[in-house]
């Protein structure tokens, strides 16, 4: 889908307003999070907003603190029309490899909305699998308001899990990590090998996932 070739510029709304110029309202931002963890759910996020909307301090949920996300999560799921997440296992990650999975947890997202939408702005390079129209951005999450919403969003959601995970996984300090491949997460792999949430197949996990451990 084609809506114009010049950036957005500082105009976060711009990708989204080229759709409502094009009667394609509702839009909904897509991003995704978890994608280069070794433990752990690739989680996505969708979020429909308000050609009205006013959410100061929105922006790539990267490039905020921990403290900042919550407050910012608070206010997106307030004052947007739609907010949904899915989420895609360890386990499927492994089967489908992380690319599908992260396409199928935002197409799952997407079908979660409680509003439906026209057309869809994709944080990346990569179309999802789903039939309504949409554009895929890199680095949407600097570009469109939407995107960078959802990032948030999924952010949040994503940390959340993995802290819960850490009550059952100590080992690994996931409360930490968050199932990135940090030095110490790698190190406690090749110390207690994996756990059922770690993805068998990546890098850094399969060459220890013979080594017997206490949550089998």
Known sequence: MKTGGRDSGLDLLYFERSLWDHDLNPVAGLDEVGRGCLAGPVVA???????DIHLPGVRDSKVLSP???????????????????????????????????????????????????????????????????????VKGDQRSLSVAAASIVAK???????????????????????GYATSEHRKAI???????????????????????QEYD
């Not at 959601?157 to 080992?171: C, V």
């Not at 090998?193 to 080594?211: D, L, S």
Request: proline content about 6%; overall charge positive.
């Open 45 to 51: 996020a969708a979020v429909i907003l308000s050609p």
């Open 67 to 137: 403290k900042q996300r919550e407050v910012l999560n608070r206010a997106i799921r307030d004052k947007a029309l739609a907010v949904s997440v899915a989420q895609v296992e360890s386990a499927e990650i492994d089967r489908i490899n992380i690319l599908r999975a992260s396409l199928k947890a935002m197409a799952q997202a997407v079908d979660n909305l409680d509003l439906r939408p026209r057309a869809l702005l994709i944080d990346g390079n990569q179309p999802i699998p789903h039939t309504l129209p949409q554009k895929t951005l």
């Open 156 to 178: 949040v959601f994503r940390d959340s899990l993995m802290e819960e995970m850490h009550r059952h996984y100590p080992h690994y300090n996931f409360a930490g990590n968050k």
């Open 190 to 212: 090749k110390l207690y090998g994996c756990c059922p949430i770690h993805r068998k197949t990546f890098k850094g996990v399969r060459e220890y996932t013979t080594i017997s």
